[in-house]
């Protein structure tokens, strides 16, 4: 098993910068996993933000250039840096992990854009941008 924790969500202005960190523990550390972040709004299904698997980054194309993930193995803690934040990025962002998977992040047998591919999660934490 493990655990994940987010923090780092808040209100802030459009424009703005945030980093949201997801702490890991449990079974083994944040090394042996890929790790990825989602997000959803108030009657929407989880949508896929970014992942990080092995040493190659993702992300779903209206967070390009301006978010970046990231962990560091000795802290077992995953990051979401995000910069020039928009009110469209409102929404309760989650951390999740899954074992390291081979290929890109569609070309296996699972679709790792989808959440129901990932095994572990966070509770979640609230990120409000205001215009």
């Known amino acids: 098993q493990v655990q994940l924790v987010e923090s780092g969500g808040a209100s802030v202005q459009a424009g703005d910068s945030l980093r949201l960190d997801c702490a890991a523990s449990g079974h083994t550390g944040a090394y042996y996993y890929a790790v990825g972040w989602f997000r959803q709004t108030p009657g929407q299904e989880r949508e896929f933000v970014a992942a990080l698997n092995w040493n190659d980054r993702y992300y779903v194309d209206f967070v390009k250039g301006r978010f970046t993930i990231d962990k560091d193995n000795t802290k077992n803690t995953v990051y979401l840096q995000m910069n020039s934040l928009k009110p469209e990025d409102t929404a309760l962002y989650y951390c999740?992990?899954?074992?390291?998977?081979?290929?890109?992040?569609?070309?296996?047998?699972?679709?790792?854009?989808?959440?129901?591919?990932?095994?572990?999660w966070g509770q979640g934490t609230q990120v409000t941008v205001s215009s």
């Open positions: 999740a992990a899954t074992p390291l998977f081979s290929g890109t992040l569609s070309s296996g047998s699972k679709d790792y854009r989808r959440a129901t591919s990932w095994t572990y």
